[in-house]
């Protein structure tokens, strides 16, 4: 069983930086994984914001945070990152890190990001953007 646990929200200044990690167990050796950023702030729809494939790190953004975001990812050390520069109070809201079990041959997680489906999720960070 996947178990994902989210950290580094917090409230910050519009202009200023935050990363966020996400410490991930249970992945099952040798299998591909999607690994994503989900947000979602009051009284809205959740949103992907950034995905990343587990093998071979081919990476998606929603379009509001291109050139403000990275994802990336430490295998050895299991951990998911989202690294948040030039926030915008736009920014604010839970976010979760998610992951979904993919076949090897998958080289992207764009589709699956906007689509949303992935299995496992964290309990969510908060991030406060103010003005």
């Known amino acids: 069983q996947v178990q994902l646990v989210e950290s580094g929200g917090g409230s910050v200044q519009a202009g200023g930086s935050l990363r966020l990690s996400c410490a991930a167990s249970?992945?099952?050796?040798?299998?591909?994984?999607?690994l994503g950023w989900f947000r979602q702030a009051p009284g809205k729809e959740r949103e992907g914001v950034a995905s990343?494939?587990?093998?071979?790190?081919?990476?998606d953004y929603v379009d509001s945070v291109k050139g403000r975001f990275t994802i990336s990812q430490d295998n050895a050390k299991k951990t998911l990152y989202l690294q948040m520069n030039r926030l915008e109070p736009e920014d604010t809201a839970m976010y979760f890190c998610a992951a979904d079990r993919v076949a090897t041959a998958v080289t992207g997680c764009g589709a699956r990001m906007r689509a949303g489906s992935y299995n496992y999720w964290g309990q969510g960070t908060q991030v406060t953007v103010s003005s």
């Open positions: 249970g992945f099952i050796y040798s299998t591909n994984y999607c």
């Open positions: 990343i494939t587990r093998y071979g790190g081919s990476t």
